[in-house]
């Protein structure tokens, strides 16, 4: 199975720059997202990795050979890159068996019979699907239409499977049943995955390594839970997660020999204790901090008085947001519970995941606790 390397590789358009001096490496048999809002040039990206967009610059390797490079001249076509895609609607033949759309491109290649139909017991057993041979595409799931298209992609021998928002035309349910079935599949077929995505729940529960962009430059490249609990910058933290990081902008002053700093913010002192190394800011400089909602806890006795601004109760959570001071924050309650409006509840911030930005570049500067002092 391959790696692809990505060096230095732009894409422009006239004076659009759809993705710029972007560099990555996608390991053998990873399953990684390319992840971001519409136009931030993540379906670009898959398209110059098939072969099927050309870059203006940089250099793109797979499996150790160079299958673009515009110093060198060299642009192999996506046929001979060892890719397959796999469509949004599968793109099954519907006159045709399983077995049939599987065997299709084999018969194109001039395969013969009698390994076109050891390729395809293969594969019916690798995914799972034997006893749907001898149907018709209409007579399947959708989970057994993809597995099928599935199938028929990795049947001439393609290492990597590139996949473009595939489950985009599915209700939630079948969504959330297909991420299964993905995550399985990769699994099974030892194969690398490329996935573009703008629902980051899917890359949070599909991939190995997630690759978030923002209008053509890389913003993280690095595992979903990571990009979770420590993102990169306010961009990441705030399209990552949900319901949303709650963000607190204010003024840090230095308390001095590793107390760490409080930011004035609403009306409230917030102490910032660092996890790990010490942080230096200048006194008055802007920050803004962030905290997820389930770090927010209500307390029986105790910590910080709050009043309900509402509370959205669904069964397995209850999502609350509260007025703490001139701040309006949102917090998460696991279990079946309700809050009247304007009710008063106690609540403290819990360990040490709060991160804090730099409000005017947006860079994480670190991780640590959040107290009210």
Same mark, same amino acid.
């Given at each position: 199975?391959?790696?692809?390397? *990505? ?35 993540? %379906? %670009?990206?898959? =398209? ?17 050979? !160079? !299958? ?31 077995? #049939? ?11 013969? /019979?009698?390994?076109?139909?050891? +390729?395809?017991?293969? *594969? &019916? ?9 001898? +149907? ?9 239409? #993809?597995?099928?298209?599935?199938? +028929? ?19 939630? /349910?079948?969504?959330?049943?297909? =991420?299964?079935? &993905? /995550? ?21 529960? *599909? ?11 890389? #913003? ?15 961009? !990441? ?28 913010? #609403? ?20 920050? %803004? ?69 730099? =409000? ?6 670190? *991780?640590?606790? &959040?107290?009210?002092?």
């Amino acid at each position: 199975m391959p790696e692809i390397v *990505l060096k230095n590789v732009w894409k422009r358009f006239d004076k659009f720059t759809a993705v710029a001096d972007l560099n990555l490496t996608i390991a053998d048999r990873g399953f990684v997202t390319l992840l971001g809002p519409s136009g931030c040039g993540k %379906t %670009t990206t898959l =398209r110059m990795i098939a072969g099927l967009e050309t870059p203006t610059e940089g250099e793109i390797t797979i499996d150790g050979k !160079v !299958v673009y490079s515009s110093e060198k001249g060299i642009d192999v076509s996506p046929a001979k890159r060892d890719v397959g895609f796999l469509f949004q609607n599968y793109a099954l033949w519907p006159h045709m068996t399983v077995e #049939q759309n599987i065997a299709f491109g084999l018969e194109n290649l001039k395969w013969a /019979k009698d390994k076109i139909k050891a +390729r395809v017991t293969e *594969l &019916l057993g690798t995914l799972k699907i034997e006893e749907f041979s001898k +149907r018709y595409p209409n007579e399947l799931s959708g989970g057994q239409q #993809q597995r099928v298209a599935i199938a +028929r992609t990795l049947a001439t021998g393609a290492r990597v499977l590139f996949m473009d928002e595939p489950l985009s035309n599915l209700d939630a /349910k079948l969504r959330t049943e297909m =991420r299964s079935e &993905l /995550k399985r599949l990769h699994s099974e077929t030892n194969s690398t995955f490329v996935y573009v995505t703008h629902d980051q729940l899917e890359a949070m529960t *599909l991939s190995t390594r997630t690759c978030l962009m923002k209008e053509g430059y890389l #913003q993280q490249y690095a595992p979903p839970l990571e990009v979770y609990n420590n993102p990169a910058n306010v961009f !990441v933290a705030d399209f990552v997660g949900s319901p949303t990081m709650n963000f607190i902008e204010g003024t840090g002053q230095n308390e001095g020999n590793g107390k760490g700093i409080t930011v004035k913010a #609403q009306g409230l002192n917030l102490l910032f204790t660092p996890a790990s190394e010490k942080l230096d800011i200048k006194d008055g400089a802007p920050l %803004t901090l962030g905290i997820r909602p389930e770090y927010i806890r209500v307390e029986a006795a105790g910590g910080v008085k709050a009043k309900i601004y509402a509370a959205l109760p669904s069964g397995m959570e209850t999502i609350v947001k509260i007025h703490l001071g001139g701040l309006l924050l949102t917090l998460v309650v696991f279990g079946a519970v309700d809050y009247p409006v304007d009710s008063e509840i106690s609540v403290n911030f819990a360990g040490d995941n709060c991160v804090l930005f730099d =409000r005017e570049s947006g860079a994480n500067l670190g *991780l640590g606790k &959040l107290t009210v002092v």
